[in-house]
């Protein structure tokens, strides 16, 4: 059960990615052009993503900070670690950068391995060497 | 604004939500893709029986998703990635490297983590925002032609 809910999960969430628009880097970059909005070249789009992603989600989260099972079985696993050091900001920061340099984040970049296109594949390539770097690191 | 589509964004942006609200309530887990991929590269440390099965079930239906919608679907979309190799390589480095340090990207954080008002994704999402802004800033505006 657990299974089907994370493959049904996975295939809404690459649904919305692909529907929203987010699954092209060249929408995301052309949120992250905020300098564009002098010239009226901005899109605000991701903003729109977010705005309808959290109305939706926020109900759920506020439910199930109330509980300690999930509905499948086994706990609630909601974050615990409050803790607001370095490596979280240091962690954005280099993410923001490498997000604003080709215009994947995670999410987008694996669901658009389905266009089969080589860019993407190295990007997630890349992606995957620099996660096992950073463990291998023990920085995180 | 002629590449703004609210309304696609904010139907695209409700089912992520719906998605995101699902995983967590039924279970009882976060949807944040990093984590997820990260979970699957081993070295995990607390992963026991069928948490591998979930996570590789997750990615497989975030790419069969797209993949159902653009053969079956009259909804088109594109993925065009512009950025020279080197800047791709970089680029796919600093995002893995980054959500890693950070547990967590766009999804974890910006979805799941403000959804239950959390100020600590709150300070990860402004630092992953910023650090784009900028970055599109420097290769868009002041040294044109990334």
Known sequence: MRIFVSLLCGLIFGAGLYISGMIDPQKVLGFLDIWAIADGGWDPSLAFVMGGGLIVAIPFFQFAKNRDEALCGGKMGLPTNRKIDRKLIVGGLLFGAGWGLVGYCPGPAISALAFGQTDTIIFVAAMLVGMVACRVSRLN | ?146
Request: proline share 3%; glycine share 20%; hydrophobic share 45%.
């Open chain 2, 1 to 146: 604004m002629e590449n703004f589509t609210p309304v696609s964004a904010l139907i695209g942006g409700g089912l992520i939500g719906l998605a995101s609200g699902i995983y967590l309530l039924l279970n009882g887990r976060i949807a944040g893709i990093s984590g997820i991929v990260g979970g699957l590269l081993g070295r995990g440390g607390n992963d026991t029986g069928s948490a591998t099965f979930e996570r590789l079930a997750f990615v497989i239906g975030l790419i069969a998703g797209p993949l159902f919608l653009l053969i079956a679907s009259p909804i088109t979309a594109t993925s065009l990635v512009t950025s020279p190799m080197p800047i791709i390589v970089i680029g796919g480095l600093l995002v893995g490297f980054g959500t890693t340090l950070g547990s967590g990207c766009t999804s974890g954080h910006g979805i799941c983590g403000l959804s239950r008002f959390s100020t600590r994704s709150l300070v990860a999402t402004v630092s992953f925002m910023g650090a784009g802004f900028v970055t599109v800033l420097v290769t868009r505006h002041l040294i044109g032609g990334l």
